[in-house]
């Protein structure tokens, strides 16, 4: 099966859960590749992640499915301390990845609208 592309959400559950999460990140020694390597999972992986002081923060994942992210983070015990949604995100644009395609040729593909 394809993999496609989701931008997952999470939020805190607490400021307890908040400050576990930190402290927990905070006491991680993995490498970012090692990170990488810890967050691929057979049928999703996960290719980048935005973490501030905020009450939620963002991942950007290959998967199946929806579920099979959700599916790996409980694998990871994240889900004890985040509330996720996931939203399928057809159109993705990197500034470290330009070509000379159309800039919504993704989304043309993806999207249909009933007139």
């Known amino acids: 099966m394809s993999r496609k592309r989701y931008m997952a959400i999470h939020t805190f559950h607490s400021d307890k859960s908040k400050e576990a999460f ?3 990140n905070a006491a991680d020694t993995k490498t ?6 810890a ?6 992986q996960c290719m980048a992640t935005w973490v501030g002081d905020d009450d939620f923060f963002f991942c950007h994942w290959l998967a199946e499915s929806d579920q099979d992210v959700h599916d790996a983070l409980t694998s990871m015990g994240l889900d ?3 509330f996720t949604a996931c939203y399928e995100a057809p159109m993705h ?3 470290n990845f330009l070509s000379d395609e159309t800039a919504t040729a993704e989304l043309e593909e993806k ?5």
């Open 80 to 82: 004890e301390f985040v």
């Open 32 to 37: 970012e590749k090692e990170w990488a390597a």
């Open 111 to 115: 999207v249909s609208v009933d007139a």
């Open 22 to 24: 930190q402290a927990m």
């Open 93 to 95: 644009l990197d500034v």
């Open 39 to 44: 967050w691929t999972f057979e049928k999703c």
